[in-house]
């Protein structure tokens, strides 16, 4: 499955984004979908999941809150909506497919198949 991200760009302290992700190739309701961030010099981290089954989200305490992820199967697409953005969540964003058992850890990056190439989010203070 291919994952093409967009939707980053600079946005004010407080302001808001929304980042989609439109997969081709595959179904992704087929898939367990994440969203991960990687700032400078910083390892890559988890930030959001949606299951294949039933939806079941979780997040990173660092966006609980305040971030949402969902997916319109029907569009191929998965979103997270960004509210309440900070300087802190300046990084590079990325989505990525899994088709681990429900059981997987979620939150692990090598949990994953399939990667989007990242786009850039800044927030200015």
């Known amino acids: 499955v291919q994952l093409q991200a967009s939707g980053g760009g600079l946005v004010q302290d407080g302001g808001s984004l929304r980042l989609s992700c439109a997969a081709s190739?595959?179904?992704?309701?087929?898939?367990?979908m994440g969203w991960f961030r990687q700032a400078p010099g910083k390892e890559r981290e988890f930030v959001a999941v949606i299951k294949r089954n039933g939806g079941v989200t979780y997040y990173a305490d660092s966006v609980k809150g305040r971030f949402t992820i969902s997916r319109v199967n029907a569009k191929n697409t998965v979103y997270l909506q960004m509210n309440s953005l900070t300087p802190a969540d300046s990084a590079v964003y990325y989505c990525?497919?899994?088709?681990?058992?429900?059981?997987?850890?979620?939150?692990?990056?090598?949990?994953?198949?399939?990667w989007g190439q990242g786009t850039l989010v800044t927030v200015s203070s």
């Open positions: 190739g595959r179904t992704l309701s087929n898939y367990h």
């Open positions: 990525a497919a899994s088709r681990r058992p429900s059981s997987y850890y979620y939150n692990r990056d090598d949990e994953y198949n399939y």
